[in-house]
């Protein structure tokens, strides 16, 4: 039986039309989702098994320092005449030492027999010289020396150390300006020994001391009298 092209489109059943898909119809966008905080990951807390703490070695208390006595007000005069005798030499641009007054530096000799000067003076064609500073007031026309504590010990210094040794007043109605100078052996040899409630001294009168207003003054010191050897002789 021939087929024809006819047959086989008669015999074709028929087909359906074929129906669109359906296209879903676009939504509207939703609103974005803000971003969630993120919460930052604490770490764990070391239980008390897990942390090791070094053991620290006792503290060992440190001894305090001793309690140093209050300056006496000896002591305080004192040293306000070695500041002002400081301040003299550095004005007039003389050559000095100041020796330290730090009693943990002295020496075993300087703690009861030989006397400690306050300053070392260099004077040309002279030499050296050594000062003690002192800051009395006169009374009655006299300044005083302890002989036992000052005037002594002075005297073993000279004989020991070759220096001889002055002692400088300082005038206080001029400021510190003038001084009242007297060497340990001029003094042994004018001064007046009495009694007084802390042992012997020496009174010295105003007329034995040298006036030291200005350097100048110090040629004073290279025609100051010098003592008779008889109370030197006999006093030490």
Known sequence: ?????ANIFKNRPPQQASTP?????????????PPQAITPIQPA???SAQIS????????AQPSAPAQPAPSSAE????EGEKALNAWFKQHKLAYVGICQNKNSFATLFHGTAKRPDFLLLLPSLGMIAIDAKNYTPSRGELTLSLEEELKKA???????????WYAYCDKGNMGQNWYWISALKALEVGEVRDGSNGQFLAIKMEHFE??????DLAKLYTHTLPSLEKVAAGV
């Open 45 to 47: 807390s070391p239980t």
């Open 21 to 33: 898909a359906a296209v879903p119809s676009p939504q509207p966008s939703a609103a974005p989702t």
């Open 155 to 165: 005297l073993t210094f000279e004989r020991l150390f070759r220096l001889p040794l």
């Open 76 to 79: 305080k005069k004192g040293h």
């Open 211 to 216: 006036t030291i207003a200005s350097p100048k």
């Open 1 to 5: 039986m021939a087929f024809t092209f």
């Open 53 to 60: 703490t070094p053991s620290l070695p006792p503290v060992t």
